[in-house]
Nanobody
Framework: QVQLVESGGGSVQSGGSLTLSCSVSGHISSRLCVAWFRQAPGKGREGVAAIDDDEKTNHADSVKGRFTISQDNTRNTVTLQMNNLKPEDTAMYYC??????????????????????WGQGAQVTVSS
């Protein structure tokens, strides 16, 4: 079992930057995928970025060039650096994780059903 706790977030004006951190504890497997998802009011949850143990990343097209996912060398902290924020980035951001099965040889997916562990979320609000 993996436990996830988000921190950071807050309110910023359009064009500003924010950093989200996810503290990861519990069963930190070498096949662990950690990702950030977001959910705006009235919308479904969408994948933002994911990272695996080999530092391979997967960023959604909507955030490429603006957001960067990274992790420390212990994998205890996964960070989402968000630059050039836009009002449409306003959402609750969630950290999530799953352990890749042996047959799963792709980069970490941004598909919600794969992810079994979730944090409580951190609010990001971007004003125009």
């Amino acid at each position: 079992q993996v436990q996830l706790v988000e921190s950071g977030g807050g309110s910023v004006q359009s064009g500003g930057s924010l950093t989200l951190s996810c503290s990861v504890s519990g069963h930190i497997s070498s096949r662990l995928c950690v990702a950030w998802f977001r959910q705006a009011p009235g919308k479904g949850r969408e994948g933002v970025a994911a990272i695996d143990d080999d530092e391979k990343t997967n960023h959604a097209d909507s955030v490429k060039g603006r957001f960067t996912i990274s992790q420390d060398n212990t994998r205890n902290t996964v960070t989402l650096q968000m630059n050039n924020l836009k009002p449409e980035d306003t959402a609750m951001y969630y950290c999530a994780a799953f352990i890749k099965a042996p047959w799963f040889d792709r980069i970490c997916t941004l598909t919600v059903p794969y992810y079994m562990s979730w944090g409580q979320g951190a609010q990001v609000t971007v004003s125009s």
